[in-house]
């Protein structure tokens, strides 16, 4: 599986910014997607995770300004970041969990940093 993230950029704090990810390859049986970030100096950290179904898990530092989504038509998950903070600043990864006869497999995309000024 090959995750291709997109969409980070600079952003003035308060405002927004949309990532998008796509999967592609041995896509067959990918269950949760989401979304970790890694600021300078820190461990890698969870996002948001989003099941095929649709169940969504969120740390309780975005909780109420980042939306996770997916597209499973698409083979597509999405980040939607509103009321951004500076200490949102960090690279942010694309995650996928593929689940093939009860092997468990999963796939890191290249990341894209978000920048969020004060």
């Known amino acids: 599986v090959q995750l291709q993230a997109s969409g980070g950029g600079l952003v003035q704090a308060g405002g927004s910014l949309g990532l998008s990810c796509a999967a592609s390859?041995?896509?067959?049986?990918?269950?949760?997607m989401g979304w970790y970030r890694q600021a300078p100096g820190k461990q890698r950290e969870l996002v948001a995770i989003?099941?095929?179904?649709?169940?969504?898990n969120y740390a309780d530092s975005v909780k109420g300004r980042f939306t996770i989504s997916r597209d499973n038509a698409k083979n597509m998950v999405y980040l939607q970041m509103n009321s951004l903070k500076p200490e949102d600043t960090a690279v942010y990864y694309c995650?996928?969990?593929?689940?093939?006869?009860?092997?468990?497999?999963?796939?890191w995309g290249q990341g894209t940093q978000v920048t969020v000024s004060s």
């Open positions: 995650n996928a969990v593929r689940v093939v006869e009860y092997a468990r497999y999963e796939y």
């Open positions: 390859g041995s896509i067959f049986g990918i269950a949760n």
């Open positions: 989003i099941s095929r179904g649709g169940s969504t």
